[in-house]
C-alpha cells in the first residue's frame, strides 16, 4: 500500500459493537475492525454504559486498525462517528463523565412516560418537535434523574448522546450533532434550534445550559488532539466532522434521496425511513421527523425495538447455534403454514407500553423450527406495521431497500418480499455506520461538494429480492391474525389496569 494513498475513517458506535473502517477515496473499503461493548444492567430495565471504558475501546478499535491495514495517521484526511440514537451521555461541570452513560433500550423512565401521557405532554411537544416521547429520549432520562438521583443532576455540565461524548474524546471540542440532536425532543423542527419551551414543558428547564452547541453532519467541529494522538496513531490536527445518527447513516448508504423508495432496517430496531423535502401538518400518523445529513432534508421513520434483537437473545437462550441452521430449519417449513405466533417485544413494542413478549398457541407438536419460524414471521410483521404506516405517507414508494443482520438470510427476505408485496433492494455495504460516517467525513473535507455528489459519485452494488404472489394470501391471512391476536391482549392490558389487578 502506497504511503501517499490517502483514507477517510468512519467509526460506528452501536448497542453492542464499536467498529472502525478505512475506506479511500472511491469509497472502497480497506480494513474494520471490531470491538463488542458491554451493556451494564444494575437492575432490571437499566441499559447502561461505562463511558470511560467506551471512550477506551474506542481508542483501542482506531489502533488496532491501523496496525492491521498498515496505514499511518498521517494517511487519514478527515473522521467521522455514526452511533445509536437516543440515551444520554452526561458530562459534569468540570469535563468528566457524570456516571454510566444511559442507553436507548432503557426503561427506568416508563411511569414519567406514562404520566407525560396522561398528561397530554406528547400531544403539546409533538407540532414543535417531530418526535414521539420514549422511554430511552434525552428528556425522559433527564427528568427521571431530576426526580430520583438530584445531586447527580445539580452536577451536569453538559448533555451528550454517544457519538457527540467519543467527538469530544477525539477533539476535547464539545458539540451536539444534528441529525442525532434534533430527535431528542430538545430540539424545535421548524426553527431548527435548541427550543427553551419544550425544557420548560417537561419540567427540566435547569439543563438548557448544558446543551453543546449544534453541529452539522458534515461539518469540521475539531481535530484530533495530542492526547488523543498518542493512543489511537491518528495524527494530532486531523479533522473531526460532526457525524451521523445511526438510522441517517443507514439510510445514506442506502441511497435514499427521494420520496420513492424506503429503507428498512433490521436489528435491535425495526425501523422504516424515508427521505422528504419540506415538514407535513394534519398526517394520519405521529411520524418521527429528524433532520437528514443533506441539508433542507428531513428523514422520516417509524421505529420499535421488535427486530431481530428477539432472535439473538432466543438463541442465546439455547447455546451456539448458528444463523445458517437457522434458516435452513426455517427454510424446511411451509411457508405461513404453522398457527404459532411470536410476538417480538422483548425490548419494548410498537403496540403499546404495556406490551411484552411471547409465543402465542403452541402445541406439543411444534419443535424448535416452529418456534424459529414464528420469530421470523413476528418480526416481519412488526415490521410490517411501520412499513404500512410510511405508505400511507410516501405513496408512490416502489421499492424497499434492506439493511441489517438478517439482509444476509435468503430467507428472511423472501419472507420480507412476500408479506409486504415490495421488491427488496439489498445494498451490498458490509458495515453502513462506517461507511457513512467516512462519507460525511469525506463532504467535510471537500472531496464532494455535498452528499448528493457523494451519493451519486458512488456505485451502489445492490441484489435483489422479488416478491412470490403465491404464499402472499397465507402470509396475509396469518398477518391479519396476528393483529387480531394484538387488539386481544391490548384488552388484557386496558383490563387490568381498570380493574387494578
Not at 162 to 173: E, K
Not at 295 to 309: C, K, L, R
Request: hydrophobic content about 40%; glycine content about 10%.
Amino acid at each position: 500500500m502506497s504511503e501517499k494513498e490517502t483514507f477517510w475513517l468512519g467509526i460506528d458506535c452501536g448497542g453492542t459493537y464499536l467498529k472502525a473502517g478505512l475506506y479511500d477515496r472511491q469509497g472502497k473499503e480497506h480494513g474494520i475492525a471490531r470491538q463488542p461493548l458491554r451493556t451494564l444492567s444494575p437492575q432490571a430495565g437499566y441499559a447502561e454504559r461505562d463511558m470511560s471504558a467506551l471512550w477506551q475501546h474506542c481508542a483501542t478499535t482506531i489502533a488496532r486498525l491501523l496496525l492491521k491495514t498498515g496505514v499511518t495517521g498521517q494517511q487519514i484526511r478527515g473522521v467521522g462517528i455514526s452511533a445509536q440514537g437516543k440515551g444520554l451521555f452526561l458530562l459534569d461541570k468540570n469535563d468528566q463523565p457524570l456516571g454510566n452513560a444511559i442507553l436507548s433500550s432503557d426503561r427506568r423512565a416508563l411511569e414519567i412516560v406514562r404520566r407525560w401521557q396522561q398528561d397530554g405532554i406528547p400531544d403539546t411537544l409533538y407540532p414543535h418537535t417531530r418526535q414521539t416521547l420514549w422511554t430511552g429520549h434525552p428528556v425522559s432520562l433527564l427528568r427521571w434523574i431530576k426526580e430520583h438521583e438530584p445531586q447527580r443532576y445539580a452536577r451536569i455540565g453538559s448533555v451528550m448522546m454517544g457519538h457527540d461524548y467519543l467527538r469530544w474524546c477525539l477533539t476535547g471540542v464539545k458539540g451536539a450533532e444534528e441529525s442525532n440532536i434534533s430527535e431528542s425532543n430538545l430540539y424545535n423542527m421548524h426553527d431548527g434550534r435548541y427550543d427553551p419551551a419544550l425544557t420548560r414543558w417537561l419540567g427540566i428547564s435547569e439543563i438548557d445550559t448544558t446543551l453543546p452547541p449544534i453541529v452539522g453532519s458534515t461539518e469540521i467541529c475539531g481535530e484530533i488532539t495530542a492526547q488523543a494522538a498518542a493512543i489511537t496513531g491518528l495524527a494530532a490536527g486531523t479533522p473531526v466532522v460532526g457525524g451521523l445518527f445511526d438510522v441517517v447513516s443507514t439510510a445514506l448508504c442506502a441511497g435514499l434521496n427521494d420520496e420513492h423508495t424506503l429503507n428498512a432496517v433490521m436489528g435491535t430496531w425495526a425501523v422504516t425511513s424515508g427521505i422528504a423535502d419540506a415538514l407535513r401538518n394534519n398526517e394520519t400518523h405521529p411520524y418521527v421527523y429528524g433532520r437528514y445529513a443533506a441539508p433542507g432534508q428531513y428523514i422520516v421513520h417509524e421505529a420499535s425495538p421488535t427486530s431481530s434483537g428477539n432472535l439473538e437473545w432466543l438463541t442465546a437462550q439455547w447455546g451456539e447455534m448458528s444463523f445458517e441452521e437457522i434458516n435452513r430449519s426455517v427454510a424446511d417449513l411451509p411457508k405461513a403454514g404453522s398457527d404459532l405466533f411470536f410476538l417480538p417485544f422483548l425490548y419494548g413494542s410498537n403496540a403499546g407500553l404495556e406490551m411484552t413478549c411471547g409465543f402465542y398457541g403452541m402445541q406439543a407438536m411444534h419443535t424448535r423450527a416452529h418456534l424459529l419460524q414464528a420469530v421470523f414471521e413476528g418480526v416481519v410483521f412488526s415490521h410490517m406495521t411501520h412499513l404500512n404506516r410510511m405508505r400511507e405517507r410516501f405513496r408512490d414508494v416502489h421499492t424497499l431497500r434492506v439493511t441489517g443482520g438478517p439482509a444476509h438470510s435468503e430467507v428472511w427476505m423472501q419472507m420480507l418480499a412476500d408479506v409486504s408485496g415490495l421488491p427488496l433492494e439489498l445494498p451490498q455495504i458490509e458495515e453502513t455506520g462506517c461507511f457513512g460516517a467516512a462519507l460525511v467525513a469525506q463532504v467535510g473535507t471537500g472531496i464532494y461538494a455535498s452528499l448528493h455528489d457523494a451519493q451519486r459519485s458512488l456505485t451502489w452494488n445492490l441484489r435483489t429480492v422479488t416478491p412470490d404472489a403465491t404464499p402472499h394470501a397465507s402470509y396475509q391471512r396469518k398477518y391479519q391474525r396476528y393483529q387480531i391476536l394484538i387488539e386481544a391482549l391490548q384488552g388484557f392490558h386496558a383490563r387490568i389496569k381498570e380493574h387494578n389487578v
